[in-house]
């Protein structure tokens, strides 16, 4: 089993000193407008003795492009060349390519053999220095520190958390379609440094991520037997969630983490039960004759939305924590499921089967404001960036060989590929790392 070592990844944090005195700057992007236009932004090269400077530059472009907010100047119409980030650039330079934001830096090796980077962020109608950083890291981390640095501007920017130094796990799927080996496997947000997690040839479902541990909770057929897992992600230690009479599926953490919320399948019904991870005791919330699944804490871990049958087809409901007050939200045409809810608390994600076709949805908690994001031959399995304002899901394609990741905003305009080495499914988005 690959070890992680992101999570020793040492990490200095510290504000440069600002060069300039700061004014009240201009560029913003108000992300809850909508549609917004995304702003042009020009990131240069960072100065540095070899190519790393331009991959840094390069990786930090990408994310704000995939963000769908931030429009990267193309490279070929730079007019200076930053010889220097610690002076203040021509701001006419940039002005006259429309490039509202520029990003300058620098990226040194240090005596004991850390990478240093260092970037400033400038208002170039403004004339000013909005925010500028610096990071030391071992040079195998550059992607991470291009990842934060992404996250720094957003952030600067929009007002918001960013979500750039984040992973994902997911299924990573190979072999003909009549016999598909699903393996659980880890990646950056971006679709790079994809590790794989198990190596057998036992079904992998539904891997989970721990809010407050690198810990992930996941189904596994093995030895026939579909059951829940819980995996280490820095030991590989594994070790299965009770020691049901039933199969096991949907796994899901609490918002503390202290807690997973599955369905239990018995007597051809199913229904949710929580356990403690502390003290292994179970409690069981749904008690119906109708198949309840995929549950998914609210973040104050007051509430669950999750989707059942019990009216004849699947649809999603609401209850408390302790399995009170069962209330029905969704009504459209088709059926409903696998709800996940926002870490913001003011949508629940889902997947929406009506027509023939599914699609990737979002609603408020009571049932309101339903409103569909992307719709293909089959879509499935929303999950949520940490700051609640882009899904990943998985698609597979009409003839194509097997399924694949997509991203897409909550404007339902910036949808986005991600590419994996092989085909994938079931995602599942980690918290910002520490």
Known sequence: MMKR????????????????????????????????????????DFISGNELGAQISQVIAADLQRSGLFAPVDKGAFIEKIANPDQQPRFEDWKVINAQALVTGRVTRESDGRLRAEFRLWDTFAGQQMTGQQFFTQPENWRRVAHIIADAIYERVTGEKGYFDTRVVFVSESGPKTARQRQ?????????NVRQL?????IVLTPRFSPSRQEVTYMS?????????????????REVVGNFPGMTFAPR??????????SLQQEGNSNIYTMDLRSRTTTRLTNTAAIDTSPSYSPDGARIVFESDRGGRQQLYVMGADGSGQTRISFGDGSYSTPVWSPRG????????SGGKFSIGVMKPDGSGERILTTGFHN????????????????????????????????????????TPAFASDPAWSPLLE
């Open 253 to 262: 953490f609490s918002p503390d983490g202290q807690k997973v919320i599955m």
């Open 184 to 192: 659980l496997a880890i990646m950056d947000q971006d679709g790079f």
């Open 5 to 44: 070592t992101f999570i020793r990844l040492m990490i200095a944090f510290a504000g440069m000193t600002m060069m300039f005195a700061p004014a009240h700057a201009v560029v913003e992007i108000n992300i809850n407008k909508g549609n917004v236009e995304p702003l042009p932004i020009a990131v240069t």
């Open 221 to 237: 057929f093995e030895g026939n037997q579909p059951r829940v897992y819980l995996l280490q992600l820095e030991t590989g230690q």
């Open 380 to 419: 499935e399995g929303p999950t949520w960036a940490p700051n609640g304002r882009v899904l990943m899901f998985f698609r597979q394609n009409a003839g194509a060989g097997g399924p694949q990741l997509y991203s897409i905003d909550l404007t339902g305009y910036n949808e986005q590929a991600i590419k």
């Open 346 to 353: 003011d949508l629940i994600a889902f997947t929406k089967q």
């Open 198 to 202: 198990t190596n057998s040839k036992d």
